[in-house]
């Protein structure tokens, strides 16, 4: 999963039809899901499905702890119409006391099969993640795991699922899940587990474009957008993605699918926000991320796709104990996403680079972003990164103020500041011999399988680093992931030669992150940050001139010395003073109050970048390098 660093909303992220007879193909034991979302665009999603079963009691269970999500957020709460029955009578349903996402019911005698009907209804801004509408009125993103039940105490590998799916006319689609064929609207996949059900969402929409991508097994690049227009992909671009697939490939060594797709969705309707799948990845950005000028060096985008892809090798094959989990039912721990989530966002940035996604100078100033982010994270002088991973559950769902004190979801970003530092005392260490470029080959490489997941622990990790370099790494980590420090870790960015410094006017990166999330970006000044949208205030970073004057989320920002809000009026009252103390006064309207905020403020605007520091030999431009 990917979430922007400063994301301002909780992510817009994201007919009992009995369609054409079930497939003939399916065996006995498969249960069959039939899906209606021609009615998608409003929000709903119809299903039929029919499970096989014996007389008895049975306890049946909706999606609950979502792989990539690492949360039990399946939308439970989104479900409507829900009716069992069997041979055409009704089959009465209690749902669990403590358990919101079971359900219970007894099978009469003589019934086989199950009929199960239910609807999915979503909502555009929706507090929770996963309840969020995913379609709009051109493209719909169908996730399996919000459109099925299965039986409780089954292993997910052990059930068999056959799914059939029924889109508005004409509409289009990308998708890993085998297709068996596909008749006017209406596609049959072929029968699969339950795992690869769920792990293998599908892209629809009527302006919708495939491309091949090269790659041994095949990769596809599907595109589904709000308009035609956001579909011009330029060939320089569709270059850079198909290096993307040869720069991974050459990384890891090996392949763990049997063919990748990914799924990209363009809207501003669905916003932003990536999840992972073995053979394919969702991908939702802005519409124009292909062809606004801005947006074309946004890191969030073109960090995402590589992020989602990586996660196929680190996240999918290799995966932490604690999530890998047998069915979505059983809690998963979050302890070891600072190797999940935060060695991907680090391969994410390198392989941006590598594949030319992002230009070398965009690639450092994602990196410079990435460093003047961390130390806004006040948080850390009261709570250890590892801490973040644990109770990773708590930090995607909590709200987006104040995060700079909770630190939310640290171990994306930390993390991947900590595999730099691994990576530039590999490459001093061994005089440039090895990197972690190794351990990628041994951790995740050969040889090469269909998708299969192999667990590791903690040990495991270490073990593969002494592997390719003895060292202390269990110091190395135990002390990064546990200590108490106020101070962001740069020590692999001086380590790689290069220092964060702050340039008056913003960089293309920045811009195009502003452009993206609709953001203004003060906290390197100021220290908040706003929405364009009703200049409300995002966050607050502590120790600011905004955080003494007491400043706090949720309010909105009115006027700057004396006049109306916007953009170049605050911009402009950075530039005015030079760097004399002086104070900005701020008109807030906080609740149904308004007030006057004197901010005391010496300097200029100020907009990360990096240095290049000549104490230590330059080790970040090897890195971001291509292989190949
Ligand atoms: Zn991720």
């Keep these: 999963m990917r979430v922007s660093r400063r994301r301002p909303v909780a992510a817009a992220l994201y007919c009992t039809l009995l369609l054409a007879a079930a497939h003939g193909a399916h065996a006995a034991s498969a249960a ?19 499970l096989p079963v014996k007389p008895g009691k049975l306890t049946l269970l909706y999606p609950k702890w979502l792989p990539g999500e690492h949360s039990p957020d399946g939308p439970v709460a989104g479900i409507s119409g829900l009716k069992f029955s069997g041979k055409g009578q009704t089959i ?77 006319a004409g509409w289009e689609m990308g998708t890993a899940l085998p297709r068996v064929g ?22 629809s929409g009527r302006h919708f474009k495939t491309l091949e991508l090269g790659g041994t097994p095949a990769v596809y690049l599907h595109l589904a957008a709000d308009s035609d227009a956001a579909l011009d992909m330029s060939a320089a ?33 669905i916003g932003f926000e990536g999840i992972e799948h073995h053979q394919s990845s969702d991908n939702r950005s802005s519409e124009r991320s292909l062809i606004d000028d801005d947006l074309r060096h946004s890191h969030n985008i073109y960090e995402l796709l590589p992020h989602e ?66 130390q806004t994270r006040a948080g850390r002088d009261w709570r250890p990164l590892s801490d973040t991973a644990i109770a990773a559950q708590l930090g995607y ?75 202390d790494w269990r110091g190395f980590w135990t002390d990064r992931l546990n200590r108490v420090r106020a ?25 195009g992150e502003s452009v993206a999330t609709k953001t203004t970006n003060l ?35 009115i006027a700057v010395n004396g006049r109306k809000y916007s953009k170049d009026v605050v911009e402009d009252a950075l530039k005015a003073g030079g760097t004399e103390p002086r104070t900005i006064d701020l008109l807030i309207q906080k609740d149904d109050t308004f007030k006057t905020i004197e901010v005391h403020y010496a300097g200029h605007a100020r907009h990360p970048r990096l240095e290049r520091d000549a104490a230590a030999p330059d080790l970040l431009t090897p890195i971001l390098s291509p292989r190949t």
């Design 237 to 269: 671009a569709t270059a850079q993605f198909r290096k993307l697939v040869q720069e991974a490939t050459a990384l890891f060594g090996a392949t763990h699918y049997s063919e990748y797709h990914f799924l990209w969705t363009l809207s501003d309707q």
């Design 487 to 511: 101070e962001a870790p740069l020590e692999g960015l001086h380590a790689g030669g290069w220092r964060l410094a702050f340039d008056a006017e913003p960089s293309p990166v920045e811009k």
């Design 92 to 168: 009465a349903w209690q749902r669990d006391l403590d358990n919101m996402h079971a359900f219970h019911l007894t099978i009469p005698s003589g019934t086989a099969e199950l009929d199960v009907v239910f609807e999915v209804d979503a909502v555009p801004g929706a507090t929770d993640n996963n309840a969020l509408r995913t379609s709009t009125e051109s493209l719909s993103l169908i996730l399996w795991n919000q459109l099925l039940l299965y039986p409780a105490g089954a292993q997910s590998d052990d059930l068999q699922y056959t799914a059939k799916l029924r889109l508005p």
């Design 523 to 557: 906290y390197y000044s100021l220290g908040i940050s706003l929405k364009d949208e009703g200049a409300a205030i995002v966050d607050v970073v502590p120790g600011t001139p905004a955080d003494a004057a007491g400043l706090a989320p949720d309010s909105n920002v």
């Design 397 to 471: 769902t909590q709200s987006v103020g104040w995060r700079q004190r909770t630190r939310a979801t640290d171990f994306y970003v930390e993390s991947a500041m900590l595999w730099l530092e691994a990576d530039t005392l590999i490459r001093t260490t061994t005089h440039g011999a090895k990197s972690l470029d190794d351990f990628c080959r041994l951790f995740h490489g050969a040889p090469s399988t269909p998708p299969k997941v192999v667990p590791y622990d903690f040990n495991d990790v270490i073990k593969a680093l002494n592997t390719v370099m003895p060292y």
């Design 32 to 50: 069959r899901v039939e899906v209606d979302a021609r009615e998608a665009p409003r929000g709903i999603e119809h299903v039929h499905l029919v």
């Design 309 to 374: 892809y990586v996660h196929s090798w680190n996240g999918k094959y290799r995966r932490p104990v604690g999530l890998a989990t047998g069915n979505y039912d059983a809690p998963m721990r979050g302890d070891l996403l600072w190797v999940y989530e935060g060695l991907t966002e680090y391969l994410g940035m390198v392989l941006s680079a590598r594949s030319g996604l992002l230009s070398p100078a965009d690639a450092r100033n994602s990196w410079a972003e990435a460093a003047a982010w961390l």
């Design 182 to 203: 596909t008749t006017a609207d209406v596609t049959q996949f072929a029968q699969v587990s339950l795992t690869t059900l769920i792990d293998s969402p599908v892209l």
